[in-house]
């Protein structure tokens, strides 16, 4: 039987992403996420466990959280886990680190600011590949294009559903998702 390596959370940003750029010029964009579980104890007061978790984007996936992204922004997504490792070289230990690596993030905030207008979910998979991400109407941009498409949602009805559609239809939704 086959394997699978696929995380999906939803949560916000403890930081602003910090970007650099590889010596072949490729851009990484390093941020925390925070997902949290509510619960009441036996003495009937409220708990709270927050997760933190190190993400990781790649390319043109990097530069739009940079571009989109801050401190507190609601965002899904969905990626797999890797594992780093690498000798200290203070200590001489080796040291480890967990990151999910980002495939697809979608912006979760209720409506986009100024700038972020046109923000939607940014996919690192090439177009010719089934996102696998909730349907929705966002925008999507690949590693590989430049240019940012719409993706419609399958239940509306037009003649065309390869047809773009105009930005101002996204930004003037007031549904948050």
């Known amino acids: 039987m086959g394997s699978l390596n696929k995380v999906m959370l939803i949560g916000r940003l403890g930081k602003d992403p910090e970007i650099r750029y590889t010596q072949s010029g490729s851009a990484v964009a390093n941020f925390t996420i925070a997902t949290s579980e509510y619960w009441t104890d036996q003495q009937g007061q409220r708990q709270e466990k927050t997760e933190w978790h190190n993400i990781v984007a790649w390319n043109k996936l990097a530069d739009l959280t940079q571009s989109y992204l801050k401190q507190g922004s609601q965002i899904y997504l969905e990626g797999n886990l890797q594992t780093r490792s690498w000798d200290d070289a203070q200590s001489g230990q080796k040291r480890y680190k ?50 940012p498409s719409v993706q419609q949602n399958p239940s509306q009805n ?20």
Not at 131 to 136: D, R, T, V
Not at 158 to 174: F, G, L, M, R, T
Request: overall charge negative; charged content about 20%; aromatic content about 6%.
């Open 98 to 147: 967990t990151e999910i690596n980002a495939r697809v993030i979608q912006f979760l905030d209720s409506r986009p600011s100024e700038s972020s207008a046109g923000a939607g979910a940014y996919n690192s998979r090439p177009q010719n590949q089934p996102n696998a991400g909730p349907p929705s109407d966002n925008h999507s941009v690949s590693d590989s294009t430049a240019r």
């Open 158 to 177: 037009q003649s065309n559903p390869h047809e773009e559609a105009p930005v101002e239809s996204y930004i003037e939704d007031d549904i948050p998702f």
